[in-house]
């Protein structure tokens, strides 16, 4: 038998980098749609940033569920990320 030097790495299940990847972009996104919030005074802005705000939590729920459901015997979410946004 051949010994090898370096050990096999498990083979990373694309989509879930995938769906870890667009969930970090959908956190940044709902950070970012705060931050706008907490910065504009029109009402037409405040109710367009609210509108942003539920856009990318319920994004952000739907890539964590999504997550989970790929790979429900791991802890693949971080602690922060396993958080339902409400």
Known sequence: ??????PKRPVQDTTLQALQNELR???GQLSLAY???????????????VYEISAAKARCN???RAIKER???K?????????TWT
């Open 1 to 6: 038998m051949k010994a090898t030097l370096f």
């Open 25 to 27: 972009s959908a956190q």
């Open 35 to 49: 931050r706008k919030f907490d910065l504009v005074t029109d009402p037409e802005l405040v109710e367009s940033c």
């Open 62 to 64: 739907y890539l964590i």
């Open 71 to 73: 790979c429900p015997d």
């Open 75 to 83: 802890a693949a979410v971080k602690t922060e990320e396993a958080a």
